[in-house]
């Protein structure tokens, strides 16, 4: 059974930076693209970076490009997420999730390649 389980979420000030993890287990992480995701209230889902399975290809959305760094480390079965620069527009819930089948590079950041997620972690930014 996937697991997934986010931390590292927070409050933090306007223009400073959190990371958050991702810790996997009950399945093949090597295997497996990965992405993180967030939803603020009221809103909907927001996807905003993914990582193949091998670790070599990242995509980002545009909201957070330059920003924001996705990567993984094999050796801990964690996904992580580096966020600098937050801004009032980044608070929100954010999760990471799994694709059980292999992707192209363009299917990346696309929502129905994903089918396995963790329960979120918060993030807040203060202005």
């Known amino acids: 059974e996937v697991q997934l389980a986010e931390s590292g979420g927070g409050l933090v000030q306007r223009g400073g930076s959190l990371q958050l993890s991702c810790a996997a287990s009950?399945?093949?992480?090597?295997?497996?693209?990965m992405s993180w995701v967030r939803q603020a209230p009221g809103k909907g889902l927001e996807w905003l970076s993914a990582i193949s399975s091998d670790g070599t290809v990242t995509r980002y959305a545009s909201s957070v490009q330059g920003r924001f760094s996705i990567s993984r480390d094999v050796a801990k079965n964690t996904l992580y997420l580096q966020m600098n620069i937050l801004t009032p527009a980044d608070p929100a819930m954010y999760y990471c999730?799994?694709?059980?089948?292999?992707?192209?590079?363009?299917?990346?950041?696309?929502?129905?390649?994903?089918?396995?997620w963790g329960q979120g972690t918060q993030v807040t930014v203060s202005s």
């Open positions: 999730a799994a694709a059980s089948t292999p992707l192209s590079n363009s299917q990346l950041l696309s929502s129905y390649a994903y089918n396995s």
């Open positions: 009950g399945f093949p992480f090597n295997t497996y693209a």
